[in-house]
């Protein structure tokens, strides 16, 4: 039986865990949006949304050609 979780849903959770994890820690980089879409087999637009929405949830911090990061920690 197919999953009806959208791509995008699927991007979005296993992010967040990952973050929450501290596989990227407090003033990290993510990956690249290429590297994301090549590793999670989805379009670049995809990942694009996805760290738009983490971003709205204070998740990330996006720094415009320089990258998307997770905040410093207190």
């Not at 979005?12 to 087999?41: F, H, K, N």
């Amino acid at each position: 039986m197919r999953s009806h979780e959208l791509p995008s849903e699927r991007v979005d959770r296993d992010l967040r865990r990952r973050i929450a994890s501290g596989e990227w820690p407090a003033g990290g980089q993510l990956p690249v949006t290429r590297e994301l879409a090549e590793a999670y087999g989805v379009s670049r637009e995809t990942i694009s949304r996805v760290v738009r929405r983490l971003a709205d949830d204070g998740l990330v911090i996006t720094r415009g050609r320089w990258g998307v990061f997770i905040p410093p920690g207190d």
